[in-house]
Every structure is written in structure tokens, then in C-alpha cells.
């Protein structure tokens, strides 16, 4: 019996990780075939903050102005960086990745952006209260709430300045968090001066990655440092990793870039109750994939017998909260930002994914009968789904690749005309916004405005002057 019990729970091991390593080749395909676009074209180049950066503020009109030298060492991105906190934005830290791999090439990118959605989903799971032990009912939540649910999925975990802005900002918020909620599911917790640096060091990188994620991970600090020392657990790199965080966030909230790029974008702004309802769509829309991915968590509560929270019971409802306080400070933003949403899931999946790790412990599950041919028919249906996606990429891809060709042997032509992207196979219908098609009417983004500002950088890019968006 033991026997055959080793070899259920080993065979049950192999499935669970040919299950993860199919979903994360999917996801390299997927980045590997998005090409460079927008944004990747203004951030190849050092930050020209004395005339007006490198997008919406550039200023074009002159050789001069329009000159920008493109990033080819360390030494440019750290210039560049310095230039940006001043001129444009405080995300200095999701801003140097992403000129640190436009620098480096996009093939270092693809496998970078892959192992980190590896490690953003392992350490969901290592919150949800295991570690090497993974659940395939959690894992498949996971992946469904990631590559279904999440609003502007692919400019936010697929597309390079993206993926740096939002799907690595993520992870670096949760890995800072991991320790507190250890500390709190095991009652103890060491403390050393190697830790306090190091929680430190996590806490910068966690308060400046983004600035509803941030506040956000601050707000679940606090809570879970007030539970550490109801239960006479506090340590001091606790403090010292919240404060880190206040600092990083105070650094990317105040920067003088934030009031500059306010002032280009929206002039004389002020908040008002227009803005308010016009954002509540966008905030809606991420909600609503908030809730549907904390099923799980509402399904294990109404299951549950009365009595005394666990800990990790505690921590269910308040990473689910976490997870709603994103979209709800994106609400104050003079633009709601559809792409938080992958930053808002992360949070709720840590709960979703606790929700069903207690199912499956305490045998809350459905009959094997039932929900066998149903996990089956959905990762039938998840397959073919996902074959589609990969079938219009590599269109994509090769639409992409002659566009950049035809610019690099036109390079004389002033402006070069571009025509719309060729992707000859589209399914529009059951696509929507999870393609890349939805974002790539033209090569890069170009416009029919030759003053555009990525018209001039995909042209410099590829060694012309300019390029310019024209009729089939």
C-alpha cells in the first residue's frame, strides 16, 4: 500500500509539472513571438529630458530635437534613468530592466520575462502555503485567471516595457512579502543584520515598482506586522522592510518627473467627478476578473464550519483585499490603467490559491466522477484555445520581421511609407484584446502623422530618418 501510494503521489508530481512546463512554454512562445512596439522604440534610446523625453512630451521640429543617441552600456541607462526621474516619472526602477533589454536584445528578454512568470506563479503558491508540493486545481486556476482574465494581458505580462512595468513589478512585490506571511504561518521567525539589509533591499525595490501595487503592498505590510505582534513574533527587519518600502514608494510617487509629465499631458489638471466615472469602467473591468478569480475563497468559506480563523484563514480575505485596493487607487489617476490588473490578480490569486489548497486538504472537493471529464473538456478546450494564439503570433511575428526589413533597405527614402500589418491569420472573434493584433494596426505603432513621436525613434531605430503610416 505504501508502495502504491509513493508511486499515486509521484505520478500525480510528473503530470503536475509537465502541466506547469507546458503553460510556461506556452508563455515564452507567446513573448518570443511579440515584437518590439511602442514604447520599446522610445526606451532603446538615452532619456532626453531637456527636450521633453522620448514620447508623448518629445518635441520634434529640428535635427537637433529630434537627435536621440541610442543606449549602449550601462553607463547610457544610468544617465538615462537620472534624466527620466526628473523629466517624466519616478518607475525608475521597471524603466532601467526595460532599457537593460532593449540594450541586450529581445532573445535575452524572452527567456528573462519567462523564468520570472515561472517564479511570480511558484511564489503564489509558496504564499498559498506550500512550496515544491503543487496543486494542479491551483495551478490551472492560476493560469486560467492569468492568461484569460486579466485585462490588457498582452501589454502587460507579454510586450517588453509592459511585462518590466507590471508582471515583474508583481513578483518583486510578492517575494517582498513572502517572509511576513512565513513568519506568520510558522509563529516564529529569526532576525540577523544579513536579513534587515536584504528586507531592506526588497522593500526599495517593492515601494518602487508601480504606484497601485506599491501602495498596495504597503497597506498588507502594516496589516501583517500589527498580526505579527499580536502574536509576539515581531522582528526588526519587519520595520525596517516597511519603512524600505515607504521610502521606495516616496521616492517614485514624489519625483519631480510626475509633476512634468502631468503638466505635458493633462495641463492645469485637477481631479474631478468626470474623471472619477470615467475611470469606473476600467475599474470595473478589473473587478470583475478580481471576483471571478476569488471563487475559490468564497466557495471554501461557505464550506467552512464556524469557529476560530487560522492564520492562513486570516491571510485569505486580506490579500483579497490587497488585491481590490489596486484598481480602487488607480480610481484617483487622471487615466485608469487597464494594465494594473495583472498586478491586482497577483494578490487575489495568493488567496484563490490558498482557498483551494485547504479544499484539497480538508477533502472539500467535488467526486472524482464529476470532476474528471470536467478537467479534462477544459483543458481540451484551453488547448485548441491557445493554439490559436500561437497560430496568429507567428503571423505576427513575420508581418513584424519584413516590416523591419523593408525600413532597413529603404533607408534613404524619407519618410518610408508603411502600410498596415499583413497578419494573414486573425480570429478577432474569440481574441479581443489577449492578441497582439488588437495593438498592432501599424509596424510599432507608427501613425499617419509624420511629427509622431515613434514614427521619428522606429525610423532611428532602423536607420532611417522617418517613417510614416499610409493606406494599403
Not at 535575452?108 to 515544491?132: D, E, G, P
Not at 539589509?197 to 503592498?217: H, K, R, V, Y
Not at 487597464?338 to 487575489?348: E, K, M, P, W, Y
Not at 529603404?410 to 495593438?439: C, W
Request: aromatic content about 16%.
Amino acid at each position: 500500500m505504501n508502495l502504491m501510494q509513493h508511486l499515486s503521489r509521484t505520478l500525480n508530481s510528473s503530470r503536475t509539472l509537465i502541466l506547469f512546463a507546458s503553460f510556461a512554454g506556452y508563455f515564452f512562445l507567446r513573448t518570443m513571438f511579440l515584437p518590439l512596439s511602442h514604447d520599446d522604440f522610445a526606451y532603446a534610446f538615452i532619456w532626453d529630458g531637456e527636450y521633453g523625453g522620448n514620447l508623448e512630451g518629445m518635441q520634434i521640429g529640428s535635427p537637433e530635437v529630434e537627435y536621440r543617441e541610442r543606449v549602449s552600456s550601462l553607463s547610457d541607462i544610468f544617465d538615462s534613468l537620472a534624466s527620466y526621474w526628473f523629466t517624466w516619472s519616478g518607475k525608475i526602477f521597471a524603466c532601467g530592466l526595460a532599457q537593460l533589454f532593449i540594450w541586450l536584445g529581445k532573445p535575452s528578454f524572452n527567456i528573462a520575462n519567462t523564468i520570472v512568470f515561472i517564479l511570480l506563479v511558484t511564489v503564489i503558491i509558496n504564499l498559498a502555503n506550500t512550496w515544491l508540493k503543487m496543486s494542479r486545481a491551483a495551478l490551472m486556476w492560476i493560469f486560467f485567471s492569468l492568461f484569460i482574465l486579466a485585462a490588457s494581458f498582452v501589454t502587460s505580462m507579454l510586450w517588453l516595457t509592459g511585462a518590466c512595468n507590471y508582471l515583474w513589478m508583481a513578483f518583486f512585490q510578492l517575494l517582498f512579502l513572502t517572509p511576513y506571511v512565513k513568519a506568520l504561518r510558522s509563529h516564529d521567525s529569526s532576525s540577523s543584520p544579513l536579513k534587515i539589509a536584504l528586507m531592506s533591499f526588497l522593500g526599495l525595490l517593492a515601494g518602487c515598482s508601480n504606484e497601485a501595487g506599491a501602495l498596495a503592498t504597503i497597506c498588507l505590510t502594516a496589516f501583517m506586522i500589527q498580526r505579527s505582534k499580536a502574536q509576539g513574533i515581531f522582528r526588526t527587519w519587519m520595520m525596517t522592510g516597511f519603512a524600505a518600502t515607504i521610502v521606495g514608494c516616496a521616492f517614485m510617487l514624489l519625483a519631480p518627473g510626475n509633476f512634468a509629465r502631468l503638466e505635458v499631458l493633462y495641463p492645469n489638471f485637477s481631479y474631478t467627478t468626470e474623471i472619477f466615472f470615467t475611470n469606473l469602467d476600467g475599474f470595473f473591468r478589473v473587478v470583475v476578473a478580481d471576483l471571478i478569480a476569488l471563487i475559490p475563497v468564497v466557495v471554501y468559506f461557505l464550506k467552512r464550519s464556524f469557529g476560530r480563523l487560522t492564520e492562513s484563514e486570516v491571510l485569505m480575505p486580506a490579500f483579497s483585499v490587497a488585491g481590490l485596493l489596486v484598481p480602487t487607487f488607480m480610481l484617483l489617476a487622471p487615466e485608469f490603467n487597464l494594465q494594473i490588473s495583472v498586478t491586482s490578480l497577483a494578490f487575489i490569486l495568493v488567496a484563490a490559491s490558498s482557498a483551494i489548497l485547504e479544499m484539497e486538504r480538508l477533502h472539500f472537493s467535488l467526486p472524482k466522477k464529476i470532476l474528471r471529464p470536467v478537467f479534462v473538456a477544459f483543458t481540451a478546450v484551453l488547448v485548441v484555445y491557445f493554439a490559436t494564439f500561437i497560430y496568429t503570433d507567428i503571423s505576427i511575428f513575420n508581418a513584424a520581421r519584413r516590416q523591419a526589413r523593408y525600413i532597413q533597405r529603404n533607408v534613404k527614402v524619407d519618410p518610408v511609407p508603411l502600410s498596415p500589418m499583413q497578419v494573414r491569420h486573425r480570429f478577432e472573434e474569440i481574441h479581443g484584446d489577449k492578441s497582439a493584433t488588437a495593438y498592432l494596426e501599424y509596424f510599432g505603432g507608427v501613425r499617419k502623422n509624420e511629427n509622431f513621436y515613434l514614427n521619428l525613434l522606429v525610423a532611428r531605430y532602423y536607420g532611417a530618418r522617418h517613417v510614416l503610416a499610409v493606406e494599403e
